[in-house]
């Protein structure tokens, strides 16, 4: 991502950090994910304006008529060449309880449960990378799948 250009709370990621490519990209991979949630389940709220909801990485809160509990879900438009990328310190701090990775220009996407994949990286530590901003992450690699 690139650097805020606020640190107020904004309705939208153009807001923070600006409209340019990469921003561009985050909205699209918000949309085309909002599309298919309300294609397949009962209840589909967007928080993109909830900034509490926003900080928690509830990008989405999501839910079928018969289940007792609705499920909350962050998106990154990160997927590309069927790898993705996961900032540790990011997926340990939220609360989400699935993760998507979607390439907005394909349509492709990897979704999996975010607990799942904090035990996975603990389990193999040793592939765990530092990037310039010594941020720690996690590359990933995954299968064919597509929303579009």
């Not at 991979?29 to 209840?43: F, P, R």
Request: hydrophobic share 30%; charged share 35%; proline share 1%.
């Amino acid at each position: 991502m690139s650097k805020r250009i606020t640190n107020k709370w904004t309705k939208d990621v153009r807001g923070a950090f600006g409209d340019n490519a990469q921003t561009q990209k985050g909205m699209k991979a918000e949309e085309i994910v909002y599309n298919y949630l309300k294609s397949y389940y009962d209840y589909v709220e967007w928080n993109v304006d909830n900034s509490k909801e926003q900080n928690l990485g509830h990008d989405f809160t999501f839910k079928k008529k018969d289940w007792k509990n609705s499920y909350t879900l962050d998106v990154k438009g990160n997927l590309k060449d069927k790898k993705f990328f996961v900032y540790i310190d990011e997926i340990k701090k939220k609360t989400n309880h699935r993760m998507l990775h979607i390439d907005p220009d394909t349509g492709y996407a990897v979704e999996y449960d975010r607990g799942s994949m904090i035990r996975y990286i603990e389990l193999n530590k040793h592939l765990i990378r530092t990037d310039k901003n010594n941020k720690r992450y996690f590359i990933c690699l995954t299968y064919d799948h597509t929303l579009k």
